[in-house]
């Protein structure tokens, strides 16, 4: 007797964690491509990179096919490789570790600040310093700025490089430096749930001319020229000087960066709404805090908003709860270092980061996007006030 797959019930959400906001201009921008019968990397991804660079007051800026291929190549062409050690969150995505692993060398995972600030903590930072260490990659949690100054000061006294994984900040800053312009290296996402979304896609961005030119080459196997320089008759041949990866972006998805760049400040504003609505409501119900709250040393991105839960509220009931009402809601991060791959890899060292741990057992992401409207977020707001008074 065969088997019967069990049966998958796809759940249809009235409110997902997060959504695109495309119209016409995108279908438009996709349309020109298409019409214009050339795909590859070629001019409208230069465009794409000119109009970010001068977005972000930033010398270069290359395209690449996504965030973690920028990542690859950020510590790549820092030289990072066997033997070396890279102080980095463990609350991230688990594309800012592998980056560093990618490389040959060791992610040296460091504790956030806690509850309120869920960026890496510098204090933890100067703590784990060795003669190994040659990088510090920090990560802008939900486009909150991570607190830079006394990170480039531990890398400055250190002569250590500093790159920022700004998946999550794009639009955001600093005391008014934009995140992804402070460090050595700043690598962005367009993947499809972020501010500004390509479906895939990413960049890599850096004021440092020799820096620029390895990752030029780097982004599409190590090759002097491009396939469109040769189709537009400046070059007839090409060199290999590198060990170089296949990361380019197709002209598709610059298509779609250059018209979504143009909307990012006004969606960005519009997440800030949600924000401090969520921010108002929550803030009288018992039991839910709300990170990033008071005074920050920055405009965020707004690109999640994450609550944490009190130590004695089940996430998992919580969550469901939620579920129940159609409202979708997520998990950033289940940390790092408490993966099997890394537990193998780099031994059992739970216990070791109790702040991110806290988090990654008691933080719950809540749905935000521009399209969200203010009776979404409210009808949230009271599925929570219904799910903690249970
Ligand atoms: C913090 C962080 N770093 C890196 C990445 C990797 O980006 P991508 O999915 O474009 O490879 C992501 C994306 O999800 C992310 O959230």
Redesign the pocket.
Same mark, same amino acid.
């Given at each position: 007797m065969g088997h019967r797959a069990p049966e998958v019930v796809e759940v249809v959400w009235k409110i997902p964690l997060s959504d695109i906001a495309m119209g016409r201009e995108e279908d438009e921008a996709v349309r020109d491509v298409l019409r214009s019968r050339w795909l590859s990397m070629g001019p409208v991804t230069e465009e794409f990179e000119a109009a970010f660079a001068r977005y972000l007051g930033v010398k270069h800026a290359f395209a690449v096919?996504?965030?973690? /291929? /920028?990542?690859h190549i950020a510590h790549a062409v820092l030289g990072i490789g066997s033997g070396d050690e890279v102080i980095t969150p463990s609350l991230? $995505? %688990?594309?800012?570790a592998n #980056?560093i692993l990618y490389c040959g060398a060791k992610p040296i995972f460091a504790d956030i600040r806690g509850n309120n600030d869920l960026n890496i903590s510098w204090e933890e930072v100067a703590a784990k310093i060795s003669e190994k260490t040659q990088a510090i990659t920090v %990560? +802008? !949690?939900g486009g909150y700025a991570c607190d830079m100054r006394p990170i480039m000061e531990i890398a400055h006294d250190h002569d250590l490089r500093v790159i920022e994984?700004a /998946? +999550?900040a794009i639009g955001a800053t600093y005391r008014g430096q934009r995140c992804g312009t402070i460090g050595d290296i700043g690598? $962005? #996402? $367009? $993947?499809a749930?972020?501010n500004l979304s390509t479906g895939?896609?990413?960049m890599i961005v850096t004021d440092d001319d020799l820096l620029a030119e390895k990752i030029r080459t780097m982004r599409s196997h190590g090759m002097t020229t491009l396939t469109w320089d040769r189709h537009r008759g400046h070059s007839s041949s090409y060199d290999v000087v590198d060990l170089g990866y296949n990361y380019r972006m197709c002209e598709v998805a610059s298509a779609l960066g250059i018209v979504q760049l143009r909307h990012l400040e006004q969606k960005n504003e519009r997440r800030r709404q949600i924000v401090d609505r969520y921010r108002k409501t929550l803030a009288g119900i018992e039991g839910i805090t709300c990170p990033f709250g008071g005074k920050t040393n920055g405009v965020s991105s707004y +690109?999640i908003f994450p609550v944490i839960l009190s130590a004695d509220l089940p996430r998992i009931g919580f969550q469901g709860a939620l579920k129940k009402r159609g409202i979708q809601t997520s998990v950033? !991060?289940p940390p790092v270092h408490l993966f099997t791959y890394y537990r193998r890899l780099l031994g059992d060292t739970r216990g070791s980061l109790p702040k991110t741990e806290f988090v990654g057992e008691h933080e719950v992401t809540l749905p935000l996007y521009p399209g969200m409207t203010d009776d979404d977020a409210d009808y949230i707001c009271t599925a929570i006030e219904g799910a903690v008074s249970r």
């Amino acid at each position: 007797m065969g088997h019967r797959a069990p049966e998958v019930v796809e759940v249809v959400w009235k409110i997902p964690l997060s959504d695109i906001a495309m119209g016409r201009e995108e279908d438009e921008a996709v349309r020109d491509v298409l019409r214009s019968r050339w795909l590859s990397m070629g001019p409208v991804t230069e465009e794409f990179e000119a109009a970010f660079a001068r977005y972000l007051g930033v010398k270069h800026a290359f395209a690449v096919s996504n965030g973690t /291929a /920028a990542l690859h190549i950020a510590h790549a062409v820092l030289g990072i490789g066997s033997g070396d050690e890279v102080i980095t969150p463990s609350l991230t $995505f %688990v594309a800012t570790a592998n #980056s560093i692993l990618y490389c040959g060398a060791k992610p040296i995972f460091a504790d956030i600040r806690g509850n309120n600030d869920l960026n890496i903590s510098w204090e933890e930072v100067a703590a784990k310093i060795s003669e190994k260490t040659q990088a510090i990659t920090v %990560v +802008h !949690y939900g486009g909150y700025a991570c607190d830079m100054r006394p990170i480039m000061e531990i890398a400055h006294d250190h002569d250590l490089r500093v790159i920022e994984d700004a /998946a +999550h900040a794009i639009g955001a800053t600093y005391r008014g430096q934009r995140c992804g312009t402070i460090g050595d290296i700043g690598c $962005f #996402s $367009f $993947f499809a749930n972020k501010n500004l979304s390509t479906g895939e896609g990413g960049m890599i961005v850096t004021d440092d001319d020799l820096l620029a030119e390895k990752i030029r080459t780097m982004r599409s196997h190590g090759m002097t020229t491009l396939t469109w320089d040769r189709h537009r008759g400046h070059s007839s041949s090409y060199d290999v000087v590198d060990l170089g990866y296949n990361y380019r972006m197709c002209e598709v998805a610059s298509a779609l960066g250059i018209v979504q760049l143009r909307h990012l400040e006004q969606k960005n504003e519009r997440r800030r709404q949600i924000v401090d609505r969520y921010r108002k409501t929550l803030a009288g119900i018992e039991g839910i805090t709300c990170p990033f709250g008071g005074k920050t040393n920055g405009v965020s991105s707004y +690109h999640i908003f994450p609550v944490i839960l009190s130590a004695d509220l089940p996430r998992i009931g919580f969550q469901g709860a939620l579920k129940k009402r159609g409202i979708q809601t997520s998990v950033h !991060y289940p940390p790092v270092h408490l993966f099997t791959y890394y537990r193998r890899l780099l031994g059992d060292t739970r216990g070791s980061l109790p702040k991110t741990e806290f988090v990654g057992e008691h933080e719950v992401t809540l749905p935000l996007y521009p399209g969200m409207t203010d009776d979404d977020a409210d009808y949230i707001c009271t599925a929570i006030e219904g799910a903690v008074s249970r």
